[in-house]
C-alpha cells in the first residue's frame, strides 16, 4: 500500500480515533483503515446500518456515489453517526457533493491527487480529491488536514 494512502489513513484515524464503521471497502483497504465493521462491494454497506465513527470513501461511479453519499447523509442526520470524514472526487458540480459540503463542519482540498491501491495496481483518480469532515471534532480535523491541503 502507498505511503501516500498509509498517510491519509493515518490521518483520518488521528481525527476520529477508532472507526465503527468503513461502508465502502475491502479486505486489502482494512489493512491501513482498520475499521471495527466494514462492507465491500460484495456486502454493501448501503443497505446496512452506519453507526458511530464512519469513514467513507465509496466507488466513483456516478450512481455509486450519489447512493452513499446520500447514505452517509442521512444517517448522520438521523444521529446515528457521531463523527465521519467522507473522501470523494471533486465533482462540484453535483448535488451530491453540494449536500455534503453544506452539512460539513470543515472541508479540505488536498495538494496533489490521492493514489489508490489495491493488490494489482495503483490508481489515480482523473480529477482531485476532497475531504469532508463531520462531527464536532472539527477543530482536530482542521489541525490535522491543514498538513494535508486548503481548509475550508
Given at each position: 500500500m502507498?505511503?501516500?494512502?498509509?498517510?491519509?489513513c493515518l490521518k483520518v484515524r488521528e481525527v476520529l480515533g477508532n472507526i465503527d464503521?468503513?461502508?465502502a471497502s475491502s479486505d486489502f483497504a482494512q489493512k491501513t483503515v482498520k475499521a471495527k465493521i466494514h462492507y465491500s462491494i460484495l456486502n454493501s454497506g448501503l443497505d446496512k446500518p452506519c453507526i458511530g465513527t464512519v469513514y467513507l470513501n465509496p466507488p466513483c461511479s456516478s450512481k455509486e456515489i450519489n447512493a452513499f453519499a446520500s447514505k452517509f447523509i442521512e444517517e448522520y442526520e438521523f444521529g446515528n453517526?457521531?463523527?465521519?470524514i467522507v473522501?470523494?472526487?471533486?465533482d462540484t458540480d453535483t448535488q451530491w457533493y453540494h449536500r455534503l459540503a453544506g452539512m460539513?463542519?470543515?472541508?479540505?482540498f488536498p495538494r496533489g491527487r490521492v493514489k489508490f491501491y489495491n493488490k494489482e495496481k495503483v490508481g489515480q483518480t482523473p480529477t482531485g480529491q476532497t475531504f469532508f469532515y463531520c462531527g464536532n471534532n472539527?477543530?482536530?480535523f482542521i489541525?490535522?488536514?491543514s498538513q494535508v491541503g486548503i481548509i475550508v
Open positions: 502507498s505511503g501516500i494512502l498509509r498517510r491519509i464503521v468503513d461502508p453517526i457521531i463523527q465521519g473522501l470523494t472526487n471533486s460539513s463542519r470543515a472541508i479540505c472539527y477543530k482536530k489541525e490535522v488536514f
